[in-house]
């Protein structure tokens, strides 16, 4: 059975599901199926609901869909190598870490780290320094473990850093309903609270003051996992706090580590690197490594490129910094430069991982991870994160990871929960009118409940031509594109962040990891050509807890990912429109008769476990050669529950595991 009808059929027939499943809000449930009725055919033959209300269009006839299924193709190519070359040497076999659960500090134990900085959480109170006059904050002087002299509060610096605050949805509480599962071998406990945590006393306070009151089911598990000096691959819903589930582990450690760094003597040589696909997204977590590193001697910069910030990045970079986060272009432009080392890299992130492994970001990748003189696996903590994470990117991710532990919450690559998805049949010409009637309606009702609309098109030019023609027919609107250098796309953001133009139209570069409060509606004015690129742009709204809505156009020309978007649907109970089972239908009656459809590359689990079940080595001289499969434990729990080994679980697996979904 494939993953994908594995998986439908976990949730299907699952009888011990929790409530965590939204029903379909009224606007959801068309009888119509989800046609839409352009204006000028509305009233006609008494269908005068049809598109009342932007959740509601109804009427129409089917649109029988067309189009063949295209055929995709492996994009691996001429990957492997290894890390020959690297001035660190081979990463070893499973070699020596710090004892396990050891959190406080969590000494590492390999002898390259050792010989640098005498060890996490080791240095001697006298090789600190007292508070930096260089560092924003002023500088604070870590002693060992959590004994620190913070520097003084700052009003203004915590009105900046802290002052946006949002509080968390009314469905928050729900997260830690969601099952949790892991695999890799002697994965630690994850943590009850914050407070109850080892990490950093500072960070704790930032972490309040920054809202947070119980760490998110991600938080919960990776957070020790990082601690216990472990790689990890993890994988949780959009907007769940992903974000936190990395940053906190390495500021902690770092505040228990790193030596503050002095005027005139600093290093060039940060210890994390984040790496994000896109500029927002860096900038976005720079702030919040900012914020939780407040008071503290902790530093970050970000690095990205466009735009005449070069300069201002190469002056900041030669002043020095613990964290980087970067996009993958500049920051290999820098290493060229020779203006910065990666030696010192105790952590690497890869943010939105499947996108960063994926074919436009490979050479740069590669470049940064395997050529330049970063530490290899083993030595250096790796850190995968998405909310998506196909078979294929998985098998690819191998050859950065060590002995990792793999981490799911709730289903790989479906959507939030917090979001109501409609799918709507709409063809290219009604697009526009359809569009406007939503925004009329959504502009009416904001001046009630405010909220923000995010409306995603396939390519540039439809970005510039709509955000135009909306704008001339009298909308607020701004757009965010590849086409717009790189200040006007930070203007565009701040606009529709600060609410002053409510309607943002945006194409890929807006998909993925940016966290903007209040967006209530996201439209797919084109449904994209990938399904994970969907499960990403409509995680733009659901967020920490929040409901949101998603509408999405579909034409005959997308009935090549009718089949991806039906089981999608399905994974997360919503509500099917019959058109799109018909579309689904006949591209199976096309498959008897003519090529095969493509697969969307869907995994279910961490692959390691079909790779073991088939008996084939994880991946041939990467992962597999450094023994990252020893002794593959596998658990599922609930969250607010004792982890149970999986095996107990087996006979269930894909029938009736409990599921936020269900
Ligand atoms: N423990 C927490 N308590 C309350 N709010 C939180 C917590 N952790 C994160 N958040 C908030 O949740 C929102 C989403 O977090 P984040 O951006 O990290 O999500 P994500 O999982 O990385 O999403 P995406 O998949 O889109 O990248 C943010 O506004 C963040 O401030």
Known sequence: MSNDASNSQRLNQSETGQALRTSPSPSTSSSTGGLYVPPHLRNAGGNSGASSSPGSPGGGNHRSPS????????????RGGGFGGNPHGGPGAGGPRGPRNSHAGGPHSDGWRAGRHGGYG????????????????????????????????????????????????????????????ISGSNPPEPIESFKES??????????????????????????????????????????SGKTGGFLFPIISQLMKSNAPRRAGGRSRNPSALILTPTRELAIQIHKEAEKFTYRSHISSIVIYGGGGNMQDQMLKLR??????????????????????????????????????????FEDDINAIVKSSNMPPPGVRRTLLFSATFPELIQRLAQEFLHDYIFLTVGTIGAASHNVDQTIVSVSDNDKLTFLQDLMDNFQKRRESEGGLMLV??????SANLLDTLLSKAGFETTSIHGDRDQSEREIALEMFRSHKTPFLIATAVAARGLDIPNVTFVVNYDMPKEIDEYIHRIGRTGRAGHRGRAMTFFSARDAPVAPALVNRLQLAGQEVPEFLLAMTRDAGRTHRRGPAPV??????????ENMQSSGAAATPGAGGARGNNRGSDHMLMMNNAAPTPYSSFTSNRGHSLPSAWD
């Open 599 to 608: 697969r969307p590359s869907f995994a279910s689990q961490d692959f390691r």
């Open 198 to 239: 080892p990490l950093h006393d500072l960070l704790q306070e930032n972490i309040i003051l920054s809202g947070y009151t119980v760490p998110t089911p991600v938080q919960r598990y990776s957070i020790p996992i990082t601690l216990d000096n472990r790689d990890l691959m993890a994988c949780a819903q959009t907007g």
């Open 122 to 181: 080791g240095a001697s109170a006298s090789s600190r320094a007292s508070p930096d006059p260089t560092s924003p904050d002023g500088m604070a002087a870590p002693a060992a473990g959590n004994a620190y002299t913070p520097a003084p509060r700052c009003p203004e610096r915590e009105k900046a850093l802290f002052g946006d605050i949002q509080p968390s949805g009314i469905n928050f509480e729900q997260y830690k309903e969601i099952p949790v599962e």
């Open 456 to 461: 995603f098109v396939e390519t540039k030019r």
């Open 67 to 78: 189009g063949a299924f295209q055929k995709g193709g492996d994009r691996r190519g001429g």
């Open 319 to 360: 002043s020095g910094a613990d964290i980087i986060v970067a996009t993958p272009g500049r920051l290999t432009d820098m290493i060229k430069r020779d203006l910065i080392s990666l030696t010192d890299i105790q952590f690497l992130v890869l943010d939105e991982a499947d996108r960063m492994l994926d074919m436009g």
